[in-house]
């Protein structure tokens, strides 16, 4: 489901994420990302999931990554194993991904969660790695849902690179397990 938004006096078209913000001194950016990206899926892509997937609560979200609210989420290929087992409905990926790819799930009707360093924005020189949903694109640039810097927050794709080059172009990407569904359906048959 898309939204329109203004941008510079300018009409964009976005998907309709809904948004969390982080505290002040939360670190707990994947957290709210994967609830918005979670929410997302489970209102607008319904048909896609057993009918009877909840979207998981931000202390069952903390526990399952095992996210310290004063350090953040160690993101690692063993968070997102921990992620496919706890949540059966959905399929999480993390890896190394292009602006072609993220384009190409948005172009799907999906968010993208990317993680990149926004000291590289601000202060030109490395930070802390921070989360935000990829909720459109334009030729210039990326539009993100921020649990830190907003709701429509507007980076230019060579600042954006720049910002995203340094956390290794990472993305957590989050569809309807298909499997599961098959699973579930089969189940109710029986």
Known sequence: MK??????????????????????TEYLCVI??????????????QSSLNIATPVPSKDDLIASTRTDPNTGT??????????????????????????????????DGYPAIVIYNPAILFIKQKGPAHA?????MTDGGLILKNPWYGEFFYVDKISFTRAWDVEYNWAIFVRPNLQAR???????AD
């Open 3 to 24: 939204q329109q938004i203004q941008m510079n006096g300018h009409p964009i078209d976005v998907l309709a994420v809904p948004y969390y913000t982080q505290g002040d």
């Open 32 to 45: 709210y990302s994967l609830m918005m990206v979670l929410e997302y899926i489970t209102c607008h892509k």
């Open 74 to 107: 160690d993101l690692s290929e063993d968070v997102i194993r921990i992620l496919n087992r706890k949540y059966p409905a959905y399929t999480f990926t993390l890896g190394e991904s292009t602006f072609e790819e993220v384009h190409k799930v948005l172009d």
């Open 132 to 136: 935000g949903v990829a909720i459109g």
């Open 182 to 188: 098959l699973l579930a359906d089969g189940d109710k």
